[in-house]
């Protein structure tokens, strides 16, 4: 499947609320208990996800959008949110969110949308990033290590609807963006 890479637009918020429904519905099951899951709707993620997707840089959310138009994932980058997550010596950016559409798993979408947002972290002068994953999240932590990212030791608990879900943060180093020489 053929995946073209964009910067989402404000008139993504309602499909890429689907999406992120959709992902945790299918991907946290086990994970987070049911009812949780089972409460949540695209409608209560708009207003947030409205915000974000009009944030100025380095915030930015990336679609990957196949042949048919349709959204197959999506990823939100920006600077570190906590200054506790920030790396002492480097600019540190934040991988916020990458979800697909359970649909699309497989299919590259993610792969898509992860480089688009990492290249986006480097172009904004970005040196080191990080990202928070639940710890049983196998599949999707082995995604992160397959694209670079390593746990970095840290825990910490997610309160969600009275569960305690620990939480791992992993950290990867971003190299600075190749400049195109000029012939002289």
Known sequence: ??????????????????????????????????????????????????????????????????????????????????????????????????????RFHGTGAGHEVHEAGVRHLMDQGFRYAVLWVFQDNARTRDFYESHGWRHDGLVHRYELGGQDLPEVRYGRFLPMPRRTRVAR
Not at 58 to 80: L, Q, T
């Open 1 to 102: 499947m053929q995946w073209t890479v964009r910067a989402a637009r404000p008139d993504d918020a309602p499909e890429i609320a689907r999406i992120n429904v959709d992902a945790w519905q299918h991907s946290y099951r086990g994970i987070v208990d049911d009812p949780v899951l089972d409460r949540m709707l695209p409608e209560s993620r708009l207003p947030a996800l409205t915000r974000v997707l009009r944030l100025p840089e380095p915030s930015r959310v990336f679609v990957a959008v196949g042949e048919d138009g349709r959204i197959g994932a999506y990823c939100a980058v920006d600077a570190v949110r906590e200054s506790t997550d920030a790396h002492p010596d480097l600019h540190t950016g934040e991988l916020v969110a990458i979800y697909a559409d359970p």
